[in-house]
Structures are given as structure tokens and as C-alpha cells.
T-cell receptor
Framework: DAGITQSPRHKVTETGTPVTLRCHQT?????MYWYRQDPGHGLRLIHY???????DKGEVSDGYSVSRSKTEDFLLTLESATSSQTSVYFC????????????FGPGTRLTVT | GENVEQHPSTLSVQEGDSAVIKCTYS??????FPWYKQELGKRPQLIID?????GEKKDQRIAVTLNKTAKHFSLHITETQPEDSAVYFC???????????FGTGTRLTVIP
């Protein structure tokens, strides 16, 4: 597996609380992505980054924000968690644009009660 | 944006038989089509990909075909084995995009 980790791996939080998930890579890849995975929906892109401080929205970005202050770290923040954000969150990295292989992190299971 | 449809959602085959999963895409400008395999509780991993200038690609028991005119592509697994049991995702990227659009997944079960 590529050098990509996610923290925490599991989290239970209450509705209305802020949550930050961290993705860390040691591959020096330019692109980083946050997906959520839900039954019946596959993998849906939340946000992605194409460089330090360069980010863009994906198809399900409402309620989420991201930051990338260093090449190796990409943070996903839920400003005020809702039950609809209960999901498994995957970070992915790729050397260049999406037409290169994406390597996925181990995932974070988030439960919002 | 791109829309990717994947069928079937579940597929059961006997060990040794072949399995075929099909995906259609909406944007004729799409040019990259990867397939990912996700075992239970694990992360998705790329198993094969194809670009729009190629009609077919093989890697041992796995092959992918692309029909640009009809805008569909398929994953073929021959001589299936129990370890092929997993969820398979297709994806597409259209020219100029920085991200992939994934299908909803196919749960393949290989019965010993």
C-alpha cells in the first residue's frame, strides 16, 4: 500500500459538533481527494486538492470544508456534523491528474448520533 | 459532469465461471476508465484501467473492453476464484477533469 494514513480510523460524535479528519501521505503526490462511501452510492467526491492551498469542490461538498497547508496533509472538516454525514470517508492520492492511479487510504468510519 | 451507471449491483457465479460487469457513461469526452476492487472492510484498489485510444486490455484473468460509440465499458473476469469475491467499482474521467466519477458498485460473490 502507498504511504497514506487516515486519522482517526473510527469516530462517534454528536449532531452539531465540529469534526476534522486527517489524511497524511508520504509519497509527495500532488493530488489528494476526499470521498465518502455509502451503500447504493459508491464513492462520491467531496473535495480535492491539486496543490498546497489549491482545492476545489466535488459533487457532494455541501457541509464540508478542506484545507491543505502542506503537501503531505489534507484535512476534511465538518463544521456542524449531521446524521446524514454518517459514512465511511476515504482519502486518496494520485501523482498527477485523475487519469493516474489513485491510491486510497484505509478509511475513517464516522458515526453522527 | 459525468454520470456513470453500473450493472448489475450484485452478481453470483460458480467458481471457474466467468463474470461480466458493465458500465455506461454520459460524457463522450471521457477518456480514462479504471476499475477498482474493494474487499470487505478494505480500501479500494486499482485492478485494471483503459484509455480511450484502446479498445481492449487484458491482465491475466481480467480484461476490460471499451466501446466509445456506445459509451460503455465492461470488466471481464475469467476462471473466477473465491478470492475474486469483492465489490467492484468502475469509474470515468472526462478530458480536462481532475477527478473520477464512480459507478455505484457490483458485489461479486464466487461460490466454491
Amino acid at each position: 500500500d502507498a504511504g497514506i494514513t487516515q486519522s482517526p480510523r473510527h469516530k462517534v460524535t454528536e449532531t452539531g459538533t465540529p469534526v476534522t479528519l486527517r489524511c497524511h501521505q508520504t509519497e509527495n503526490h500532488r493530488y489528494m481527494y476526499w470521498y465518502r462511501q455509502d451503500p447504493g452510492h459508491g464513492l462520491r467526491l467531496i473535495h480535492y486538492s491539486y496543490g498546497v492551498k489549491d482545492t476545489d469542490k466535488g459533487e457532494v461538498s455541501d457541509g464540508y470544508s478542506v484545507s491543505r497547508s502542506k503537501t503531505e496533509d489534507f484535512l476534511l472538516t465538518l463544521e456542524s456534523a449531521t446524521s446524514s454525514q454518517t459514512s465511511v470517508y476515504f482519502c486518496a492520492i494520485s501523482e498527477e491528474r485523475a487519469s493516474y492511479e489513485q491510491y486510497f487510504g484505509p478509511g475513517t468510519r464516522l458515526t453522527v448520533t | 459532469g459525468e454520470n456513470v451507471e453500473q450493472h448489475p449491483s450484485t452478481l453470483s457465479v460458480q467458481e471457474g465461471d466467468s463474470a461480466v460487469i458493465k458500465c455506461t457513461y454520459s460524457d463522450s469526452a471521457s477518456n480514462y476508465f479504471p476499475w477498482y476492487k474493494q474487499e470487505l472492510g478494505k480500501r479500494p484498489q486499482l485492478i485494471i484501467d483503459i484509455r480511450s485510444n484502446v479498445g481492449e486490455k487484458k491482465d491475466q484473468r481480467i480484461a476490460v473492453t471499451l466501446n466509445k460509440t456506445a459509451k460503455h465499458f465492461s470488466l471481464h473476469i475469467t476462471e473466477t476464484q473465491p478470492e475474486d469475491s469483492a465489490v467492484y467499482f468502475c469509474a470515468a474521467q472526462w478530458t480536462g477533469a481532475n477527478n473520477l466519477f464512480f459507478g455505484t458498485g457490483t458485489r461479486l460473490t464466487v461460490i466454491p
